[in-house]
Each structure stands twice: as C-alpha cells, then as structure tokens.
C-alpha cells in the first residue's frame, strides 16, 4: 500500500503531536513538529537579541534566516530531538519565555516562507505525520489525510499546566491559561496563514475521547485514506 501524509491541524495542547507520534511510531512514518520550528526560530531570535518584552527587531531576523539551520534527529532512545544550528534544543523551545514570543515570530510571512518550504521537501516522500496550524490548508494541502484537533481551552490550559509545572512552582495556572487564549486568538487571527479548519478536514474533538479511542478513531481514518490512494 502507498504511503500518505497526515496533516494534523488544531489549535495549541489539543494533543496533536501526542497523536501524531502514535500515528507515525505505528506506521513506522516519519513525525515533524512544525510548531517546533517556528519555535526554534523564536529562539534564535531572543538568543541573538532580535526579540524582548522591549520589542521585536523583525528586519534583522529576517535577515539571518538564510544563517539558521534547523534539524531533527533521533536519539539514542529514539525519541526526536531538535537541532538549531548544531545545538541541541529540544528543552529551551518549551520555556515560557519563547511560548510567549512565538506568535509574533510565526506571524512574519518570510519566516513562514521559509519553514514551508523545509517543510514541502520533508514530505517529498510521503510517509510524514505532520502537525501544526497550517498543514493541511498551506503546507501540504493535497495531503491524503488531514485532521483539525480540537478541545475547549480549560481542557487544554491543564494539560500544558501539567506538563510545565512538573517541579517547578513559578508555573502558575492562570498564567497558563491566558497564554493558550492569547496564542489562539493571536493564530487565528494573523492575516498570514491563519489557523483554519481545511475544508476536507475530519475534526476531531478530543475534550472527552480518550487516547485509546482517539488512536483508534484515526487509524480507521488512515486505512480508508490509505485504500483510497492509488
Ligand atoms: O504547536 P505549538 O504550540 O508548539 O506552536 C508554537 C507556535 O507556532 C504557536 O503559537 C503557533 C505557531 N505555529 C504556526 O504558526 N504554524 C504552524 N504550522 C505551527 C505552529
């Protein structure tokens, strides 16, 4: 049988790239994080003083794209690990300092130009579990599979809570919440591929489905997809 690309599409902790490492590790695909990228360029920027709660220098950025290098890689555990310029980067894109600058990051069309384009070549060869907020409508929208994830945003602000403020008491709740609300209303509101819903989309509202139901759900969505590929 053809191997596809799965485009999972959805607003933040909504648990896509859960899935999307399911999916990937079951079909032996592999699995990218966009979200990851924009992410690591966020990083970039504050490491090299483009971006601070004092403002954003988005000319110099774009500037230095074509010097920024990013990679993933598997680990010795096989997990994915992401490189930027070399070094590794997989803990420092999670910090709250870079969750809250990425919407500005993203928003810029030559940064999202860019990671498209990275990212149309790692599908080159189908096999891909792609996850993000423009997959399916920008990036890959001839994708055999696509899915918009969704769950209400309390849902979501605890599961990002959970995973944040595991030993670490300066993470509070609130704070959390109101992160996910801004970075929704920002992502579906840029001019510059905002977060939609592609019209051939299967949704997909995990608030009360469980993984075990979820993964089972979409894998009889795979194999449909995948009997209908020539
Ligand atoms: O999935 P995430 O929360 O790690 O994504 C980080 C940010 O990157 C988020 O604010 C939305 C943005 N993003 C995007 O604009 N396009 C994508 N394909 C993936 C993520």
Not at 5 to 33: M, R
Not at 165 to 175: E, F, M, P, Q, V
Not at 188 to 206: C, E, F, T
Request: proline share 2%.
């Amino acid at each position: 049988m053809k191997k596809i690309i799965i485009a999972i599409d959805g607003h933040s902790s909504t648990g896509k790239s859960t899935l999307a490492k399911q999916l990937a590790e079951h079909l032996d695909y592999i699995y990218i994080d966009s979200g990851a990228m924009y992410r690591a360029v966020t990083l970039y920027a504050i490491e090299n003083g483009f971006i601070s709660s004092d403002g954003f220098d988005k000319i110099r950025l774009i500037q230095s794209l074509s010097g920024l290098h990013i990679a993933f890689k598997k680990d010795s555990s096989n997990n994915v690990a992401l490189f930027l310029n070399g070094q590794l980067v997989s803990s420092k894109i999670r910090t709250m300092e870079v969750s809250n600058m990425v919407s500005q990051v993203a928003a810029l069309p030559e940064v999202r130009k860019c990671l498209v384009k990275e990212q149309r070549l790692m599908g080159l060869n189908k096999g891909l579990v792609m996850d993000g907020r423009d997959i399916g409508t920008v990036v890959f929208p001839d994708a055999e599979l696509k899915i918009f994830m969704t769950a209400s945003a309390k849902t979501r602000a605890l599961r990002r809570f959970d995973e944040l403020s595991n030993g670490d008491a300066s993470i509070d709740y609130k704070t959390v919440y109101e992160n996910i609300i801004f970075r929704d209303k920002k992502d579906s509101s840029r001019k510059n591929s905002p977060l939609l819903k592609a019209k051939d989309a299967r949704v997909l509202d995990n608030s009360k489905l469980d993984q075990q139901a979820q993964f089972k759900l979409v894998l009889s969505w795979v194999n449909e997809c995948k009997k209908e590929t020539p």
